[in-house]
């Protein structure tokens, strides 16, 4: 395929990580919102931990790794999204409205968290010790991130994951799990969670957007005072899930394929230390949960034919978005629903936009690819979740229907379709604001290329590392 990364496009991509590096971890954007910035987002590190290891800086990777799990709940194994390095504004509201109890007063955290990717990005760091030929610092450095679960303490990556089994499953049988924070989806603002966020919506005179009649709503004040009604109740019992339960407590697809996508990486890193009977625990967990994923969140129904959350009562949202497509990355996901979710990346009335993956349907009356309305996920396409669906979605579903029992050669050969036009809209996106407007941006308008908000943001530059896809692509277009 046609190569449109140039070196000069990667050396600004490497400033922009340089840039925004701060000694223990790297922040989402530097320029002029570093001061907002300053704090780490674990989030955000796990996607700029992987391309530091891919470019060859795994002191950089390591280094952002073992700062995370600094931060982890000893007592419990919780990882705050956010670690704010004694620095906090009134931008941190989480901080005012949904506060932890006692604060050490250097030192403030989020108290919620966000989808747990450490266990990839540490395997992913692993493999990059391994191509430079230093496995044995590698083993190290997994065992440093392993961590332990005793009675009294917890830590590192075991810890992280004790708790989600012990905190946040939904309980009776059920493997899934619950957030507890409408900002825990990774997608601020999207509305497929917007029934149980309590969200203030103006609904007076309908008015045509788009050519598509929406409810517009009153955002910024607005949107914070939602918030602030589900905070205010938060906040009397912390940030305890057992008490948050019967607040708000929500099944999100992409949290849930995340988790056990993790599990999975879990169990890669228990095998590689040596530990069988941890690795069996791990993968029998994330078959659990992805059969949960793939029965339970799944809508059939004609026009739907797809992945929705579930509120906390069991009843799914009424929203799509493009959370809904990560089951595309789970590893039983039968051939039928694989198929729909293809052909909703397809379809324009879907997600088949001209720079894709937009965080909205098209069809939906949210959607606001240009960004006007000033929430975050309404529309715009993200490049993690290209990445994500690309990456650890379509390269593996290619791989797999390529050969063995499951063989499809005309399934294989849509797919790579799929994701080389992914793949070449991704780069253009990235490549040309680096070209062009010398930053990378936060997101991206699906239909003009155009990039939005924050300059200089780091995940962006995933777009530059589309390494599995690219090498597939490579293998697999001559073959077919």
Known sequence: MKEIITPQMRQRADQILEENWMGTHTIPSGGKHKKHYLKKFDWDSSFIEFMNGHRGDLDKAVTEQYTGLKAIDPKTGFIPNMVLYG???????????????????????????????????????????????????????????????TQDRVSGLRGAYDYFAKHRENGNGSHLIGIYHPHE?????????????????????????????????????????????INIKAKMVSWEPEKMRNIYWVNDVMFN?????????????????????????????????EAEILEGMWNGDEGKEFFYNRDKHGKQSKNASVGGLLPITLDTIPKPKLIKLLDKLE?????????????????SDSYDPGYTLKRLWLGPTWINMNHIIAEEGLVKQIERFSKGKDKDEQLCKR???????LVEATEKMVGEDLEKNNTSHEFYNPHTKKGYRIEGFAWSLLGLHLHKSKALLEKFEAAF
């Not at 391994?130 to 392993?146: A, I, Y």
């Not at 995340?258 to 078959?287: D, F, H, P, Q, W």
């Not at 797919?415 to 036009?421: A, R, T, V």
């Open 415 to 421: 797919m790579i379709s799929i994701l080389k036009n």
């Open 347 to 363: 379809d324009p009335e879907w997600f088949g936009t001209e720079y894709p993956i937009p965080s909205l349907p098209t069809h």
């Open 87 to 149: 620095r906090r504004t009134w931008r941190d509201l989480e901080w005012i409205t949904f506060s932890n109890s006692k604060k050490n007063k250097k030192e403030f955290h989020s108290s919620y968290t966000q989808p747990p990717l450490q266990p990839w990005s540490a395997w992913e760091t692993y493999q990059r010790f391994q191509e430079q030929g230093r496995e044995d610092e590698g083993r190290e450095f997994l065992s440093n991130m392993f961590g332990e679960v």
């Open 257 to 289: 394929c995340i988790y056990a996508n993790g599990l999975r990486s879990m169990a890669k890193i228990s095998l590689e230390l040596g530990e069988v009977a941890e690795a069996e625990r791990y993968t029998n967990i994330a078959n659990t949960v």
């Open 185 to 229: 989806d990774g997608r601020d603002s999207s509305p497929d969670n917007d029934d149980e966020r309590f969200l203030i919506r103006w609904n007076g005179k309908l008015r045509k957007k788009n050519g598509k009649v929406r409810t517009p709503r009153l955002n910024t004040v607005f949107d914070t005072l939602g918030f602030l009604k």
